[in-house]
């Protein structure tokens, strides 16, 4: 197979473990839903909380203006605030991500202790970014969306399975499954750990004669 | 030979490795970067020892965070200004030019960057902005990244892309006056939706397309990442050769006599595929505004709001949250709607040509009284060239103040921000809730529209 044989040719030495993500694998997790789309990077985290130099903290004001009420209280009616919803899943509606390029968003969802999100479509920069840090987007149908919405208005507590292994979410009370695609190169990142930076430094040698043919 | 795609073409001639099944490794000739997203790159490149491999490749300007009045002054809120230092400190240490506030060229990133003859055809651009797509305008394939791909053009000049699929966008016959690349752009994605690009890198085409002036190809290139894709292009011709003759950084010499044979042969071949194709009759397109809080959400200014009666379930629900967010109804009509601020700017509309649509317009007529209007030049040569044609007296007489460069009212990180509730119609490119300010109702539009509705004080068509 040819993926198996690109990663015999790359192997582990070439990636120095000073900036690993954290590994995924599976998770099984209760979800917390939110049954909107077109979900743009501006709702996961405003724009005037880019202001920082450093990567943390992002996750406190993740969906800030749906989150919290004008004068700072959290909104009751927020899935977020709503004690019965947890997890580290979360279910969002289709078109998910979309706008700027911000990775903040991807920090925000992240670090507020998310580590896969749900959706029936992603938007190209943000999924990227998610994969960038160790956080696994799942693409679904829009019938397995449907579904996994309505297990957790029966029950907020309804769990989820998901194997990045075999790239499957499983709806554990409605017994359906979903087999999630997910590029094998970023698939076998998010396994181990890997980083891309780590990959490109070890090709410093083909970058130089690249520069110097063209 | 098989008939190819101009984005092929590019894209292929960049390739430096394969990762079999994953994606492909590509070399970026210009990295543009800013200060709100490159400080974790720059630490993450630190932490791990590096320097940044091509400092030489690589221009830098602080845009988003900046005030646009007293830019002589040091930045009053600490946040911002750490940003804008920290930037400065990073390109220092670094090597990498920085056009700074107090530059002769500053201004936002994707307008100085074709301004100074920095973007050119044929060439791999990236900029931890998505609307870094601006750059496509001239041939180039030029595409918005993350904070990590930043950190990986830091270290290595390459970034890791799975190719994305090939869609091109035709647009026929002669625009109406009065009737811009903006409104193409809005009357593009309200056909095909903020999704309908997503995956794909599009091409503009078509002959309303190559009639466009540069300023008006960067507007459209702009805004096709608000289609969803990763980016837009237009094969370069004789306007932009034009446009990029004797730019500070273009060839000159025997040098752009080379460089302009090979940008001849920047287009794409007869009989080359695309994944996904749509052709437009541009007689059809009206001058456009938006009602709703995506850039899809666009109607003709004489137009009504969609009623939404043939949407169900969570679509409905979503039309309807976000009318309800800008406070109008299913079915209205937005032409006479009182509106409070008006924006003329940012990377999709703050060139030269845009404020002298914009002057033409309010000449000899006075800005409503209720209105407030930013008028903020893209640029610092942007803002020279208003006021060498005379634009600013022209602003000013009919009560418009300009002020300095930066993206300003577009994102609302600096003070530029639009009171909760209150309507604005604004030339940039999102309309997101609070995308100009907590509780903002953003309706977007060409520099006509938003002149016609900074006079009138109400949504008005230009033509009228």
């Known amino acids: ?214 | 030979m098989e008939a190819t795609t101009l984005f092929d073409k590019i894209w292929d001639a960049h390739v430096v490795n394969i990762i079999e099944g994953g994606p492909s490794v590509l070399y970026i000739d210009r990295h543009f970067i800013h200060e709100v997203t490159s400080p974790v790159a720059f630490s993450g490149l630190e932490g791990r020892g590096l320097k940044v491999f091509r400092p030489q490749n690589t221009v830098a300007t602080p845009d988003h965070n900046v005030p646009t009045i007293e830019q002589h002054l040091p930045i009053r809120e600490e946040l911002s200004r750490k940003q804008v230092e920290t930037l400065t400190a990073n390109c220092e240490r670094h090597n990498i030019p920085l056009y700074g506030l107090s530059h002769k060229w500053h201004g936002i990133v994707h307008i100085i960057g074709p301004e100074l003859g920095i973007t050119q055809p044929g060439m791999t651009i990236v900029c931890g902005d998505s609307h870094t797509s601006t750059h496509g305008a001239f041939g180039s394939i030029a595409f918005g990244i993350g904070t990590s791909e930043v950190e990986m053009v830091f270290a290595s000049q390459c970034i890791l892309q799975p190719k994305p699929k090939k869609m091109r966008i035709n647009v026929e016959g002669t625009l109406a006056k009065n009737v811009t690349s903006k409104d193409i752009a809005l009357y593009v994605i309200a056909k095909i939706s903020t999704s309908g690009g997503t995956g794909h890198f599009v091409e503009f085409a078509g002959s309303a397309i190559r009639s466009l002036s540069m300023e008006a190809r960067m507007t459209l290139c702009n805004m096709s990442i608000e289609c969803g894709a990763r980016g837009g292009m237009i094969a370069p011709d004789e306007t932009t050769f034009a446009y990029l003759k004797g730019r500070e950084e273009a060839p000159k010499g025997a040098a752009w006599d080379q460089k302009l044979a090979e940008w001849k042969k920047l287009k794409t071949d007869d009989g080359a595929v695309f994944d996904t194709e749509y052709t437009y009759d541009a007689a059809d397109i009206s001058p456009m505004i938006t009602y709703g809080t995506n850039p899809g959400m666009g109607v003709g200014v004489q137009g009504s709001i969609p009623t939404g009666d043939d949407l169900t379930g969570s679509d409905r629900a979503t039309f309807l949250k976000s009318l309800e967010y800008m406070g109008f109804k299913p079915g209205e009509i937005l032409k006479g709607k009182k509106i409070d601020y008006v924006f003329i700017g940012s990377c999709t509309n703050g060139r030269i040509e845009d404020f002298r649509l914009f002057a033409e317009y309010i000449k000899g007529k006075k800005k409503a009284s209720w209105v407030t209007a930013w008028i903020v030049p893209g640029s610092k040569q942007v803002e020279q060239q208003i006021r060498e044609e005379g634009l600013v007296e022209i602003m000013e007489s009919a009560g418009f103040a300009l002020r300095q460069p930066g993206c300003s009212a577009c994102l609302a990180m600096n003070d530029d921000k639009v009171p909760e509730g209150k309507y604005a119609v604004s030339t940039s490119n999102r309309n997101f809730e609070g995308r100009q300010g907590p509780g903002a109702r953003t309706m977007l539009a060409s520099p006509l529209v938003a002149a016609a509705a900074a006079v009138s004080g109400f949504v008005s068509d230009p033509r009228e």
Not at chain 1, 6 to 17: A, G, R, V
Not at chain 1, 115 to 121: D, H, K, Q
Not at chain 1, 134 to 162: R, Y
């Open chain 1, 1 to 214: 197979m040819g993926f198996t044989l690109t990663f015999f040719l790359y192997p582990l030495s070439f990636f120095n473990q000073i900036n690993m993500i954290e590994k995924f694998n599976k998770i099984v997790s209760s979800a917390v839903p939110l049954p909107i789309e077109n979900v743009d990077t501006d709702q996961i985290i405003p724009a005037r909380f880019l202001k920082a130099v450093e990567r943390k903290g992002f996750g406190d004001n993740l969906f800030r203006d749906w989150r919290y009420k004008k004068d700072g209280t959290p909104n009751p009616d927020f899935a977020l605030n709503n004690p019965k919803y947890s997890g580290t899943i979360l279910v969002a509606g289709k078109n998910f991500g979309s706008g700027s390029s911000r990775e903040h968003a991807a920090w925000a969802v992240y670090d507020f202790g998310f580590r896969v999100v749900v959706s029936s479509f992603f938007a190209d920069i943000f999924k990227g970014n998610v994969l960038n840090n160790g956080l696994l987007p799942v693409q679904v149908s829009e019938d397995f969306l449907t579904g996994m919405f309505e297990a957790i208005d029966k029950n907020p507590a309804a769990s989820f399975e998901v194997d990045l292994q075999s790239q499957t979410i499983r709806n554990v009370s409605l017994s359906t499954e979903y087999k999630f695609d997910i590029n094998p190169y970023k698939k076998e990142c998010l396994l181990k750990g890997y980083d891309d930076i780590d990959y490109l430094l070890s090709l410093k040698k083909e970058i130089i004669s690249f520069e110097t043919a063209k």
